[in-house]
């Protein structure tokens, strides 16, 4: 088996068995070559360059992208028209306040599953530490796919001074910005992470003075 860009058979060549190549061009064989055994070409197999690789992956994160808007947008959508009062309620709980919002959702991101850990060290804690966990992964949920709904809500109320609440408009132009915020490295990475912290915040709040009024 050879690979080569080019083969050549020279006029002194004898070649009596199988000769199997890798090239992208036919074999020279010059006059005085002599062979009686079979020649079998094989195209090659083309490598990747940077350029493709490049080109490939970028392909890859826009569908992933386009496939997570959808999804956020639809979430977005069916809880709204599911809990719009909740919807409302959480929007402007996120509204109010803020950066303590966002200053709290930080500290539940980082403390809240190593404070369900130390519960499941200890047996009585299990469940408790569960019950932390579920709430954790739920108030992350709903932060992630409200992050948009917020979005759009701030900029119908102060870019476009229109009269606000939420609605199928503002959740979708709401993701829509959420994802061009993407595009804005750093200072739209900031934003979209302070937007998750606000919410996730809110979250926390809602969660605990849901907690209270149970008991």
Not at 123 to 132: C, R
Not at 174 to 182: E, S
Not at 190 to 209: C, D, S, V
Request: no cysteine.
């Amino acid at each position: 088996t050879i690979r080569a860009d080019e083969l050549i058979f020279g006029d002194n060549a004898v070649i009596t068995g199988e000769v199997k190549y890798f090239s992208a061009r036919d074999a020279v064989i010059k006059p005085g070559a002599q062979i009686s055994g079979k020649l079998t070409k094989e195209e090659p197999v083309k490598a990747f360059n940077r350029s493709q690789i490049k080109k490939g992956l970028a392909g890859l994160i826009g569908v992933a992208i386009l496939i997570k808007f959808l999804m956020m947008t639809i979430a977005g959508l069916i809880i709204f028209y599911l809990w719009k009062k909740g919807s409302d309620d959480i929007v402007n709980a996120g509204l109010a306040n803020f950066g303590m919002n966002a200053l709290k959702g930080f500290a539940f991101v980082i403390l809240a599953p190593i404070a369900a850990i130390l519960m499941f060290i200890t047996v009585i804690g299990m469940p408790l530490g569960a019950l932390t966990l579920l709430f954790y992964g739920l108030a992350l949920s709903l932060a992630g796919i409200f992050s948009g709904i917020l979005l759009g809500s701030i900029i119908y109320k102060y870019v476009l001074k229109k009269p606000w609440h939420v609605s199928w408009q503002t959740i979708l132009v709401g993701n829509i910005a959420l994802y061009v915020l993407l595009l804005i490295p750093v200072i739209g990475w900031i934003l979209k992470a302070a937007l998750f912290l606000g919410l996730a915040g809110t979250m926390w709040n809602m969660g605990k003075a849901k907690w209270a009024e149970g008991n």
